[in-house]
């Protein structure tokens, strides 16, 4: 199993700040994904971060508003640029081992509210 | 395009009552499928995962079938508790896509 922890855990933001989410796994992973949870909606897939290589995004989202970095295979950061009040959502980090029938974990998530 | 729907979006059980959720995906070629319970304001945590070959899989009160024929999975959960008060989120993945597809989750309240 993978324990995940995510900072902050939730903030509120203005308009036009950016926010940078940390991710910690207990464990060396390969693969390491961010999702994003709208209210009252499943999870969709922001980008896959493997460490070594230049992050893949899913359409509708894009380096410039998303960039992530990962230095290691335990750690990850996403941040969110320019945010405006359509950018509140949970975001949240996710790792999964090289199976495909692995378990995928997923951290506790950080809610975010912009202004 | 690979889909996930889930039914119903959500139900209110009395406390020790049973209640089965549903899954039907179009999502191929199919490699397994988890559900997952995410309590508020937490993300989610595996219950199941079945590959082709399994359909049927318990992890203590919760037990999910899967009908790789007709593409359904349903989770039941038994004896039900006030913990058991969440969002269920039914996952699938398929053999060529490492990534994932979410159904939207059924939202469970149980009340004492």
């Known amino acids: 199993s993978a324990v995940i922890s995510q900072k902050p855990s939730r903030d509120i933001c203005q308009r036009g700040t950016s926010l940078t989410i940390q991710c910690q796994v207990d464990s060396q992973v390969t693969m390491m994904f961010w999702y994003r949870q709208q209210p009252g909606q499943s999870l969709t897939l922001i980008a896959t971060a493997n460490q070594g290589s230049e992050a893949t995004y899913e359409s509708g989202f894009v380096i410039d508003k998303f960039p992530i970095s990962r230095p290691n295979l335990t750690f990850s950061t996403l941040t969110v640029s320019n945010m405006s009040p359509e950018d509140s959502s949970i975001y949240l980090c996710?790792?999964?081992?090289?199976?495909?029938?692995?378990?995928?974990?997923f951290g506790p998530g950080t809610r975010l509210l912009v202004l | 395009k690979n889909q996930v729907e889930q039914s119903p979006q959500s139900l209110i059980i009395l406390e020790g009552k049973n209640c089965t959720l549903q899954?039907?995906?179009?999502?191929?070629?199919?490699?397994?499928l988890r559900w997952y319970k995410q309590d508020t304001g937490r993300g989610p945590v595996s219950l199941t995962i079945?590959?082709?070959?399994?359909n049927t899989k318990s992890n203590g009160r919760y037990t999910a079938t899967l009908d790789a024929d007709t593409k359904q999975s349903s989770l039941h959960i038994t004896a039900s508790q006030l913990s058991d008060s969440a969002s269920y989120i039914c996952?699938?993945?398929?053999?060529?896509?490492?990534?994932?597809?979410f159904g939207a989750g059924t939202t469970v309240t149980v009340r004492a």
């Open positions: 996710s790792v999964r081992g090289q199976e495909r029938s692995s378990t995928q974990y």
């Open positions: 899954c039907n995906y179009t999502v191929s070629p199919f490699s397994n």
């Open positions: 996952v699938v993945s398929a053999t060529n896509d490492y990534k994932l597809s």
């Open positions: 079945m590959t082709f070959s399994e």
